[in-house]
């Protein structure tokens, strides 16, 4: 078969395995809600912002801060798909074949075509790849440009490179480390150094002048946090390590074809035990949570209410930040988050066996004495209640 209909077959493929149902499969929870609440505001008001999300450790009380070029990235998506969750998905998969065809030119360029075509199938069928490469998240990014960075570093754009690195950096902290490999490798060639460090710059500018601006805040506390500063460390989450991810597949893909001159039945065993147990998560992975989410939104819509507080036991997301960037984008007014006192209405997703009148988050229980108006059934685990406050 000539090489282009297997890259046709493998893009076909990465597609399939990420859009299938992705509607019921997307994960759209608090940090999602609130990316694209902050990515919305900024696009209404015209502003522009030096920051991004907050990272989640916590050092001493203070946080530092990512970049903003994920709230630029989701306001250009988010124009191109009417601001819908699902439909930015879909354009964020679609983007992921701009990582898959960076990674298959750089084992080309490398290995050849047979290694670049045993790579491009890893890459398609890697569950983790598939599991960060359909919702909106900032790390999930980085799937698409580590790829980028390893064609630029291979063909000497060492600029180039910097610039994607920086961005990169922006958009999550595990792209220092791909930095400090990236450095070590220049200064062991001995070349590239200057114009790769400039690049970085650049594409980290916006945080570069907000620490100019602010006591070097940001590198002060990202410091204390490596150093283990309030006993925060850095955990072995997997989307901490996407990044590195990517560069592992292109070190198995080499092995792999390797492998293939001497034993092509081992590798397409492998490559096909691989398949199959994505295939297998995939048709497993679907829990309809974005379309439930959906559901209850409509429900809320469909009330007439206004000036309304939103809530939810059923996840971590207990002020409902994933529901406030629906209604917001719907234009239905939502009360700040410290609000709920004054709220008269709220509106609560629950679990069937924690009932509004028992429940003691300061989300509910802030508005004191309550009378339920109404409850409509979500999925078999939760209710959505509208609430009222009881002033009689």
Known sequence: MKHYWWWIIIGLVFLGLRLYKIEGRVEFTMDQGLFMAKAYEIWQKKEITLLGPTASPIV?????????????????????????????????????????????????????????????????????????????????????????????????????????????????????????????????????????????????????????????????????????????????????????????????????????????IIVIALLVGLMLFSVNGVLKSENNKYMDLEKAEEIILNSKVSDLEVATTANGDSRFYAMRYLLLKDKIRVMGVDKYPQAMTLFLVAPLDRPPETEKVWEVSSLGKIKIINKVKINEKTYLYEIRKDNG
Request: proline residues 3%.
């Open 60 to 264: 001493n009380g203070r946080q530092f801060f990512q970049g903003p070029i994920i709230y630029y990235s989701l306001i250009f998506l988010g124009i191109l798909a009417k601001w819908d969750p699902v439909r930015i998905s879909f354009e964020i998969v679609i983007l992921g074949l701009v990582g898959l065809a960076f990674f298959g030119l750089t084992l080309n360029k490398l290995c050849g075509q047979k290694t670049a075509i045993i790579g491009g199938i890893f890459f398609s069928i890697s569950p983790i790849l598939i599991t960060f490469g359909n919702f909106i998240w900032n790390p999930n990014f980085l799937i698409i440009l580590t790829p980028i960075l390893m064609w630029t570093l291979m063909n000497s754009w060492w600029l180039v490179s910097g610039i994607i690195a920086g961005i990169g950096l922006q958009f999550h902290f595990q792209f220092g480390l791909i930095i400090l490999l990236a450095l070590g490798w220049l200064i062991y060639k001995k070349t590239g150094v200057v114009k790769f460090v400039i690049g970085t710059a650049i594409g980290y500018a916006p945080l570069i002048i907000f620490d100019l601006r602010n006591n070097f805040y940001n590198l002060r506390t990202m410091g204390e946090w490596l150093m283990g500063g309030n006993g925060s460390k850095l955990g072995f989450q997997t989307h901490y390590w996407l990044a590195l991810v990517v560069f592992g597949l292109a070190g198995v893909s080499w092995v792999l074809g390797i492998i293939w001159v001497k034993n092509k």
